[in-house]
């Protein structure tokens, strides 16, 4: 193993495509920017204090163009998100390249929605959706991959004024836009910085004087770090209290077989620097699960691959609790504070292979209490002798970390559970977290994105004093949306 200098910010250069001017919007702030831990996150669009909610359907048709993508945002209110119409109708929009506004144009193949992400990049107290298209082509180089800024405002996300961009150097298959996530990484600017994964790394970007401007460049590939690692999922929280967020670049170790491997970056005044590495996997997500003032980190391993962190095939979940030094003091091998799996007693579910337990995670509070509960997702379980049919496992907070007891899971055959298991559905695909009606209950949202025949879904479970529960649990397709349904895959990525 080698180790390299840990000076983590390499310098780079990009080049912004559209809008290189951005004018903030007026109106009241919703809160101070760059805020971090997971029962306090949620993206506010039109600032009105209730979180809203972004899904990406990245083969879906724009403007009648097939497999373009877009996404879908509902804004939340006191009675929650709802849908374009019906029972549960609340304010909803639609958002493509072809949309009036939207830099750009929408053509097959580009993948708009694959990765999204909010927060307030220009500090004007409305967070920001950022959408990114990794098979987007840039001039004749094919999937160099963009990314698009559309900024909030006091009425909600805005097709004008907004900004794509993409790396100076386009490369073709670099895949810009694979991930993406946004938050208080430094302290040059007031609004949050954006951090951009290709898979080379993360490249970075920030808000000032009405533009957005590049940052630097995260490189997981060539150095630093103990490990090469190619990217897959990025999250942020705040693991060492210090004011600023810290970024996890997660994905796969290029030295190991493919083993889980996340590079963890500090949040500064100066920007982002690295620390180290950690045994990780593609998925991850950050919040307080032990409610004692630091963010943790959980990593989701749905590999099925036998190492020292999965005996058995099915897939794991790591967890690393933060502390006043992050992660910074934890042993040379970085072990996990706790490893979950469908082994682990009290956990629901029998481990088995192609499981893909860990597939997603998200961490927020369901039940109220202060202490943020884990949603697995397990896209890859059969349901009987349906294969692929999917299920979600939630696991509980506590002052020890995540415990078993009180532990719930549910299928689309689970009571009050709208639908039916199917072959492929992938039930559990993404599962996110999301107070929609400030309650302080965080409600859960479970997506398929092979329902209906690849169409895609998203499910609705409510939070309670209990945690999730499945009665009064609804159910909603890109149709509800007034989007086009046809091969959607709607739900493939949502807003954290």
């Known amino acids: 193993m080698t180790h390299r200098n840990p000076a983590a910010v390499a310098a780079a250069s990009f080049l912004l495509l559209?809008?290189?001017?951005?004018?903030?919007?007026?109106?009241?702030?919703?809160?101070?920017?760059?805020?971090?831990r997971a029962v306090d996150r949620g993206s506010d669009f039109d600032g009105d204090g209730y979180a809203d909610v972004l899904i990406g359907a990245p083969t879906g048709t724009d403007g009648g163009c097939g497999n373009a993508g877009y996404v879908t945002v509902q804004y939340g209110g006191p009675r929650g998100i709802g849908t374009a119409g019906g029972a549960r109708e609340a304010r909803t929009a639609v958002f493509g390249q072809n949309t009036p506004g939207v830099p750009g144009g929408a053509e097959s193949g580009d993948g708009f929605g694959a990765a999204v992400a909010g927060r307030d990049l220009n500090a004007d107290g409305y967070d920001d959706a950022i959408v990114t298209a990794p098979g987007e082509d840039v001039g004749?180089?094919?999937?160099?991959?963009?990314?698009?800024?559309?900024?909030?405002?006091?009425?909600?996300?805005?097709?004008?004024?907004?900004?794509?961009?993409?790396?100076?150097?386009?490369?073709?298959?670099?895949?810009?836009?694979?991930?993406?996530?946004?938050?208080?990484?430094?302290?040059?600017?007031?609004?949050?910085?954006?951090?951009?994964?290709?898979?080379?790394?993360?490249?970075?970007?920030?808000?000032?004087?009405?533009?957005?401007?590049?940052?630097?460049?995260?490189?997981?590939?060539?150095?630093?770090?103990?490990e090469r690692i190619q990217p897959a999922s990025l999250t942020t929280g705040d693991y060492d209290d210090d004011g600023y967020a810290d970024l996890i670049v997660a994905g796969r170790s290029l030295e190991e077989d493919g083993t889980g491997r996340s590079a963890v970056y500090r949040g500064g005044a100066g920007g982002p620097t690295y620390v180290r590495d950690l045994p990780g996997g593609p998925a991850t997500a950050s919040g307080d699960i032990d409610h004692d003032g630091y963010d943790d980190l959980v990593a989701g391993r749905p590999d099925r691959l036998e190492d020292e962190y999965e005996p058995l095939t099915g897939g794991t979940v790591l967890v690393y609790l933060g502390g006043p030094q992050g992660f910074a003091d934890a042993d040379l091998y970085g072990t996990p504070d706790?490893?979950?799996?469908?082994?682990?007693?009290?956990?629901?579910?029998?481990?088995?292979?192609?499981?893909?337990?860990?597939?997603?995670?998200?961490?927020?509070?369901?039940?109220?209490?202060?202490?943020?509960?884990?949603?697995?997702?397990?896209?890859?379980?059969?349901?009987?002798?349906?294969?692929?049919?999917?299920?979600?496992?939630?696991?509980?907070?506590?002052a020890r970390g995540l415990t078993a007891t009180g532990?719930?899971?549910?299928?689309?055959?689970?009571?009050?559970?709208?639908?039916?298991?199917?072959?492929?559905?992938?039930?559990?695909?993404?599962?996110?977290?999301?107070?929609?009606?400030?309650?302080?209950?965080?409600?859960?949202?479970?997506?398929?994105?092979?329902?209906n025949s690849a169409d895609g879904a998203a499910w609705h479970v409510p939070g309670s004093a209990a945690g999730p529960v499945t009665r009064g649990s609804w159910s909603y397709g890109p149709r509800s949306l007034a989007a086009p349904p046809a091969d959607a895959r709607f739900g493939t990525a949502v807003d954290e």
């Open 140 to 226: 004749d180089v094919k999937d160099a991959g963009r990314a698009t800024v559309l900024f909030g405002s006091r009425t909600g996300l805005r097709a004008s004024g907004g900004v794509a961009f993409g790396a100076a150097t386009p490369r073709a298959d670099a895949g810009f836009g694979l991930a993406v996530a946004a938050a208080r990484l430094s302290g040059a600017t007031p609004g949050d910085m954006l951090a951009v994964a290709d898979r080379q790394g993360a490249h970075l970007f920030t808000h000032a004087a009405g533009a957005l401007r590049p940052a630097g460049r995260l490189d997981t590939v060539g150095a630093p770090g103990d």
């Open 338 to 398: 706790q490893v979950w799996a469908q082994y682990t007693p009290g956990v629901p579910g029998t481990a088995e292979l192609g499981d893909a337990f860990g597939y997603d995670v998200s961490l927020g509070d369901a039940d109220g209490d202060g202490f943020a509960d884990l949603a697995v997702g397990v896209p890859g379980e059969d349901v009987g002798t349906v294969r692929d049919a999917g299920t979600v496992v939630v696991l509980r907070g506590s």
């Open 407 to 451: 532990a719930v899971s549910f299928t689309q055959n689970t009571a009050h559970v709208p639908g039916t298991v199917e072959k492929g559905d992938r039930f559990g695909a993404q599962v996110r977290f999301a107070d929609t009606d400030r309650d302080g209950r965080a409600g859960l949202l479970a997506t398929a994105p092979g329902e």
């Open 18 to 36: 559209t809008g290189a001017v951005i004018t903030a919007a007026p109106g009241a702030h919703a809160g101070t920017p760059g805020g971090t």
